[in-house]
């Protein structure tokens, strides 16, 4: 039996994604834009993933949020 190491690449992706989420509630603003990239990290790294495993709306899913997230920080500045 062979290992896909794909099917792996969920974990971390879970795992930046709370880091993200944590850092983006930060009221230092270094923190938020450390924040807004592993947001954007996780994003790609879910890409992958639902690419491998063939998740069509969770790979629409996070396009979109990474777009609003983008966005947003534009209007911020």
Known sequence: MTMDYLDLLQWPAMIVTIIAAWL?????????LIGFWCFLLSNVLWVIWGWHVQAYALITLQISLAFLNIRGTCKNE
């Not at 983006?24 to 938020?32: D, G, L, M």
């Open 24 to 32: 983006i509630a930060s009221q230092a603003k270094h923190k938020r």
